[in-house]
């Protein structure tokens, strides 16, 4: 792969249904994407490594680290919850959402391994003041490089050689293109009020449910062209 699709859903490239798990054609845009200079002025120079298990689990090994893995930046929430926003959103609605986060601009990686307790992907999977939403996990990892407590505080300090890489917030979201997620004062831009984890990080009615698909296409949708434009400056 030299040039990545920014509107491919790479649920198409998965036999198990994760992407994350075994998409090649995902590792391949990630090792595309990453393999570059660090703010902190190393290269991370990236591998596509398969490891045994029943679909080829995917991941990335690189030169500067122990093993990345691919995560889905955004919920879309359908079918989960035991059902509870079944129905909240129109069929193309939901449908739309659910495209928008399996292009590449609704993918990251994360540190594959434990460190004594849940990885970074794992945590704000689990956590109920987080539920896997990506602007929330920003928002945590925003704190950590200015030291201030979050939810997800104590799982990102067990990393902190992995964001030392980057140096601060601001290289980590320039980094992964992530500049779209934050406004010129590199504030989150939450998908729904933000009340200092509070409170529930799930849409509470349909409105919201709908302001939080709106906003996270918006969120995707952006950071998908500024990668198609990345890609562009190569080729010049």
């Given amino acids: 792969m030299n040039k990545i699709d920014i509107d491919f859903d790479f649920r198409k490239d998965s036999e198990c249904g ?18 570059k200079a660090l703010p902190c002025g ?6 596509i490594l398969a490891s045994n298990g029943k679909y080829g689990r995917l991941l990335i ?11 889905r930046m955004c919920p879309h929430f359908d079918g989960k919850y035991n059902g509870k926003f079944d129905g909240w959103l129109s069929q193309p609605d939901i449908e739309e959402l659910k495209h928008k ?21 794992q945590a704000r999977g689990i956590n109920r003041t987080i539920c896997d939403r990506f602007d929330l996990t920003l928002e945590c990892i925003r704190r950590f490089y200015v030291q201030e ?14 964001f030392d890489l980057f140096i601060d917030f601001s290289g980590y979201v320039d980094f ?10 590199g504030q989150i831009k939450f998908s729904l ?44």
């Fill in 18 to 35: 994760d992407p994350d798990v075994d998409s090649q054609k995902l590792y391949e845009a990630h090792k595309l994407l990453w393999n």
């Fill in 42 to 47: 190393k290269i991370l120079d990236l591998e």
């Fill in 61 to 71: 090994q690189n030169n500067l680290y122990a093993n990345f893995s691919s995560d």
């Fill in 101 to 121: 986060v399996r292009t590449i601009g609704g993918h990251i990686i994360f540190p594959a391994h434990k460190k004594n307790d849940f990885t970074i992907n």
């Fill in 149 to 162: 407590y979050s939810p997800l505080y104590n799982t990102l300090t067990r990393y902190n050689d992995f």
């Fill in 176 to 185: 992964f293109m992530l500049q779209d997620f934050v406004n010129r004062k």
């Fill in 193 to 236: 009020l933000f009340d200092n984890f509070n409170r529930t990080p799930l849409p509470q009615t349909v409105d919201e449910y709908n302001q939080y698909r709106t906003h996270t296409v918006e969120l995707i949708d952006s950071r998908n062209k500024r990668i198609f434009d990345s890609q562009q400056s190569y080729m010049v």
